[in-house]
């Protein structure tokens, strides 16, 4: 079948900051001269001591390292609101909506943003948080949140945003790893309704980490929650009594800035640290070409500030830019699947950016819930976290943006810091599910197994083989596993973990990943996380969890589970075990299909052949491949004519 192509429209050529001819003059530049490229890209930063040091990188183990602009100096939070309080003090902004849409919304300027800012900081300063600290925010999506990012970035302290819907194991563990001693939560976040109790998630995760001596709590619903004595304090009293003024702290460009953990194919989530200067380029940069930014646009990222999307393209992307951010507490489909477009239509949204599976979510509801309303704002869409599929792709093309706006798919990671490979609105003709083509300065090649190059049109292992400005620069507190995580598989090349196929015309689609993640709803989960959680629990002797399609999470959990050998398996357990999970971790991590089975298909050597129970989960069980090194076959046929069906 022939791919359909959207090409670039006549207005957007002519309109957009980037067409199609400076889109080949800029990245052709970027990848032959990047020292001068970079140099003028990063003018859009307002350095404290400007850089002379462009770019030190390399990605081969003897001379390994990743620094840019390393000798300037800058404060990212000044580049957020200082820089604009001349200009556009008065202008919105945070624009946030609430869960429930009988709240009224609140619109922060860039002024009392500032201001809001500045006196948390100097509360963060009077407990004793210095640069270089870290300090865990465990925040519902309120501005609050973007206020902890920025005040934190002002003081040179390092945050570590934990999404507010992981459980207290997962909390405390991350909180551990970095050794925060000072958290921020809220009494309660709200979702769709419910409730979700942060404040006792802290106290329990804190059961765990003797290092916290210091939360500050905010009182978001008003809940009558435990406050420590000597410990806990009221955020908005706390931070009343403190001064509107605070200096800017002067940060070296390889200064952190943030850590935010991830899962990877082994161990426990990662702590992906990233620094100041080349992120700031690299968000500011990908927000204003990527979305074709333009002052005074209202632009609305729809992820949660707990993932590296709310990071980027929340917060600092767009306030760097100075546009006017929007900041969604809810979920799509509360009180019912028009409130997105509601909202959209509310503050007049230009710009809408969001994952495919609230699409898909949406789109099963029915196309009355979107015609109802007039989206006549909107301008241009943009998908991330995920691949999108064609026909999701079909519906938020022609119904939620009625044919008239682009589709920008953003293929990028935690570790990336910002966009690497995404259409640009004005330059790129759009192919439905690709991602296109790459970002200034990013240079995919496609490797086959064995490290060779695959050239023009094919498919591979994705890497990048050249540095760029928003490249975490470590793994907190583990630098080899850094090392070894991206650049040992192939030498000299960041190995993404994605699989990739490009086609006659250069354009990326990415086919996922390749190792042993897997993203269930966009979050990016490890099938080890899930795996340990299981064997955790009493009456688990072994588990062995791969993805399964699922019609709107893209993929779905689905987990091989041996009890121990007194214990009968039964519908009880299964929903223990699934109740476990999600204590163990959070509700993303909910297993889809717990199937017991008395043994896994291991090799003689005892290794589990994931290979094949991936294809079981995948319900394609026509072709296992070879099978002659498993120790007991029989296994894999009880295996398929035991498969629950998904519920
Ligand atoms: O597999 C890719 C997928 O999400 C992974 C990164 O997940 P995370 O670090 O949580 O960051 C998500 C938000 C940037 C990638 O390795 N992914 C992300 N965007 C796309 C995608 N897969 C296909 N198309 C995309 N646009």
């Given at each position: ?122 509360l963060?300063?009077?407990k ?54 000072i958290?921020l939560t ?28 210091t939360v500050i709590v905010l ?14 304090c009221?955020w908005?009293?706390a ?409």
């Amino acid at each position: 079948m022939a791919e359909a192509v959207y090409p670039v429209s006549a207005e957007w050529a002519r309109d957009a900051l980037i067409d199609e001819g400076r889109y080949r003059e800029m990245y052709e530049r970027s990848v032959s001269d990047p020292e001068s490229f970079w140099r003028e890209e990063a003018q859009r930063v307002d350095w404290m001591r400007p850089f002379t040091v462009v770019k030190q990188t390399s990605f081969h183990e003897d001379d390994f390292g990743i620094s840019w602009f390393t000798d300037g100096t800058l404060n990212l939070s000044a580049n957020c609101l200082d820089r604009h309080l001349a200009a556009r003090g008065e202008e919105i902004a945070i624009l946030w909506e609430a869960d429930d849409p009988s709240t009224p919304e609140r619109r922060i300027t860039y002024r009392q943003l500032h201001e809001q800012v500045c006196r948390f900081a100097n509360l963060l300063k009077s407990k004793g948080v210095r640069k270089g600290e870290r300090v865990t925010i465990y925040l519902p999506m309120v501005p609050e949140a973007a206020v902890a990012m920025l005040a934190c970035a002002r003081i040179g302290a390092i945050h570590s945003i934990v999404f507010a819907g992981f459980s207290p194991e997962a909390l405390a563990g991350r909180i551990t790893d970095c050794d925060s001693r000072i958290v921020l939560t809220a009494d309660e976040g709200l979702r769709g309704g419910k409730k979700i109790p942060l404040k006792t998630n802290v106290d329990e995760a804190l059961k765990e980490c003797a290092c916290v001596d210091t939360v500050i709590v905010l009182a978001h619903t008003g809940a009558d929650v435990h406050m420590e004595d000597g410990r806990d304090c009221d955020w908005a009293s706390a931070a009343e009594g403190q001064s509107a003024e605070c200096e800017p702290a002067e940060m070296n460009a390889e200064d952190p800035l943030f850590i935010l953990y991830t899962s990877g194919s082994t161990g426990k989530p990662k702590g992906v640290l990233h620094t100041t200067g080349g992120y700031a380029v690299w968000a500011s940069m990908t927000h204003e070409y990527v979305f074709d930014y333009k002052p005074g646009q209202i632009f609305w990222c729809a992820a949660d500030v707990g993932w590296v999307t709310g990071h980027s393209y929340v917060v600092y992307g767009p306030l760097m830019n100075g546009a006017t951010t929007v900041m969604f507490e809810g979920v799509p489909n509360h009180p019912d699947p028009s409130r997105f477009w509601q909202i959209v239509d509310k503050f007049g949204v230009e710009i809408f950016y969001a994952a495919p599976t609230a699409l898909r979510s949406l789109m099963r509801e029915g196309d009355e819930w979107v015609r109802k309303t007039s989206r006549k704002s909107l301008r241009l869409l943009g998908s991330v976290g995920e691949p999108i599929n064609p026909e999701a792709w079909g519906w938020y093309h022609e119904v939620v943006g009625e044919g008239r706006c682009p589709i920008v798919d953003t293929w990028w990671q935690t570790e990336t810091g910002g966009v690497m490979i995404s259409p640009l609105p004005g330059a790129t003709a759009l192919k439905p599910g690709s991602a296109t083509r790459p970002m200034f300065g990013v240079q995919p090649r496609l490797l086959d197994s064995d490290g060779r190059e695959i050239d023009g049109a094919g498919d591979g292992c994705l890497v990048i083989t050249d540095s760029w400005p928003g490249q975490m620069r470590t793994v907190w507190g583990d630098h080899e596993r850094f090392f070894q995580t991206y650049f040992s598989t192939f030498k000299g090349a960041y190995f993404t973990g994605d699989g990739c196929r490009r086609d006659e015309d250069g354009y990326y689609w990415i086919t996922g990943r390749i190792d042993d993640v897997i993203n269930v709803s966009g979050h990016r989960l490890g099938t080890a996380e899930v795996e340990s959680a299981l064997v955790a629990h009493a009456k688990v002797a072994e588990a062995a969890v791969v993805g399964m399609p699922h019609d709107i999470k893209g993929q779905g959990i689905y987990a091989f589970v041996t009890t121990n050998a007194e214990v009968e398996p039964d519908e009880d357990l299964r929903k223990a075990l699934v109740a476990w999970v999600r204590h163990e971790i959070g509700p993303i991590a909910t297993p889809d299909v717990i199937q017991f089975t008395p043994a896994l298909p291991k090799t003689r050597s005892g290794k589990i052949m994931r290979r094949i129970l991936r294809k079981i989960g995948e319900n394609d069980v026509s072709n296992l491949g070879d099978t002659s090194t498993l120790a007991d076959p029989s296994v894999v046929d009880s295996l398929i004519a035991n498969r629950p069906q998904p519920a």
